[in-house]
């Protein structure tokens, strides 16, 4: 069994930056590649970023790229999205997930989900 927990979230201007935090329980998570989602209001949840268990691996969504950073720390069994040049179009709830099996970009290779983290970026 997994826990996930993300905090980090909030409010801020276009261009400005934040970072997310994914605390996980469990014996797995230094063994466990984690990704990250997000769902906008009215809109599918998303891809945005993943990181293998070794964190030799960080592929990501083309609309976050050069922009956020994925990183973990198995000793602290985080994982992290450092976001920057936010823009509106990033507002969004921001899910963390641990990978099970299949392609990493659909929701449905994850087996276990935090419960969320709004990011609100104002223009």
């Known amino acids: 069994q997994v826990q996930l927990v993300e905090s980090g979230g909030g409010l801020v201007q276009a261009g400005g930056s934040l970072r997310l935090s994914c605390a996980a329980t469990?014996?797995?998570?230094?063994?466990?590649?984690m990704g990250w989602f997000r769902q906008a209001p009215g809109k599918e949840r998303e891809f945005v970023a993943f990181?293998?268990?070794?964190?030799?691996?960080?592929p990501y969504a083309d609309s976050v790229k050069g922009r956020f950073t994925v990183s973990r720390d198995n000793a602290k069994k985080t994982v992290y999205l450092q976001m920057s040049s936010l823009k509106p179009d990033d507002t969004a709830v921001y899910y963390c997930?641990?990978?099970?099996?299949?392609?990493?970009?659909?929701?449905?290779?994850?087996?276990?989900w935090g419960q969320g983290t709004q990011v609100t970026v104002s223009s």
């Open positions: 997930a641990a990978h099970r099996s299949g392609t990493v970009y659909y929701a449905a290779a994850y087996n276990y």
């Open positions: 469990g014996r797995t998570f230094s063994t466990t590649s």
């Open positions: 990181i293998t268990w070794d964190g030799a691996t960080t």
